[in-house]
């Protein structure tokens, strides 16, 4: 085919037989649209979705037959929208014949689906913070992972005092949702979520904090935070000593200032 789409996530099961890696058992999903898409479409430009496609079949037949669509789509009602990261249950494992418990985090907010594939089926909205999502101006979900301590969901640009954050349930999706305070954190800026599969009571969280020497002349800084999930209460930590050059066109030292733009 001569046609293209952006795309923002990929979710691959792979597949084996008899404990080596089998390709024509691999599960595919694809989360269309690039982040926080843009309405007005011009060179440059960020290009929403369709939704989320499935690859139908095997791996190896869809190689076979470069010429032919081997995709079929679901979650319509994201025709638009951006995905950022594509996660499934931990306990359930996604099937050739499209079963599966899947979540995306969206620039429109948290969708699912469960159970049996359906062609063209909207996905479902995953109610998770403090307020309805539609009623903030600009949020967007811009991480989500799943794991055996949770599913986690990062909420960002809501313009609300307190609701940019981390959200976890430890009863998949239906919740509750707990927010987890991260500590002298950048409202607005994006949130990365990075799971630690060794010790997965612990979730590190890449953001940005604002600069603590010029607030008004720099950007901010790029900051790493630590949560720690062993106890009971979720327990943050701040990692110090981050590069705070990331996310930044420019670090330079004036004045004794360092100043980041």
Not at 24 to 33: E, P, S
Not at 91 to 120: K, M, N, Q
Not at 138 to 156: I, K, Q
Not at 220 to 240: K, M, T, Y
């Amino acid at each position: 085919s001569g046609l293209s789409l952006t795309i923002g996530a990929l979710l691959v099961e792979f597949g084996q037989t008899g404990g080596a890696d089998d390709p024509a058992k691999d599960v595919v999903y694809v989360g269309t649209g690039e982040a926080q898409p843009q309405v007005r479409r011009g060179p440059g430009g960020h290009h929403g979705g369709i939704g989320i496609l499935r690859l139908d079949g095997t791996l190896p037949t869809a190689l076979a037959a470069p010429g032919r669509n081997p995709w079929t789509r679901e979650a319509r009602n994201l025709t638009g929208a951006g995905v950022y990261r594509l996660a499934r249950s931990p306990t359930v494992t996604p099937a050739l014949d499209g079963s599966a418990t899947l979540i995306a985090a969206t620039s429109t907010g948290l969708w699912s689906r469960t159970g049996a594939f359906t062609e063209d089926a909207d996905w479902q909205r995953v109610a998770f913070s403090p307020q309805g999502f539609s009623t903030y101006a600009n949020a967007y979900c811009s991480d989500v992972v799943w794991n055996d301590r949770g599913l986690w969901v990062t909420l960002v640009g809501t313009g609300a005092a307190g609701h940019d954050g981390v959200y976890r349930s430890t009863n998949g999706l239906a919740g509750p949702f707990t927010a987890i305070a991260l500590p002298n954190l950048e409202t607005g800026a994006r949130l990365s979520l990075g799971e630690a599969p060794h010790a997965t009571t612990r979730m590190y969280v890449l953001g940005k904090r604002p600069s603590p020497t010029d607030p008004a002349n720099n950007t901010g800084h790029a900051h790493l935070w630590q949560i720690d999930v062993s106890a009971a209460a979720a327990n943050v930590r701040e990692v110090q000593n981050f590069p705070v050059g990331l996310f930044v066109s420019e670090v330079k030292l004036t004045g004794g200032n360092l100043i980041i733009t």
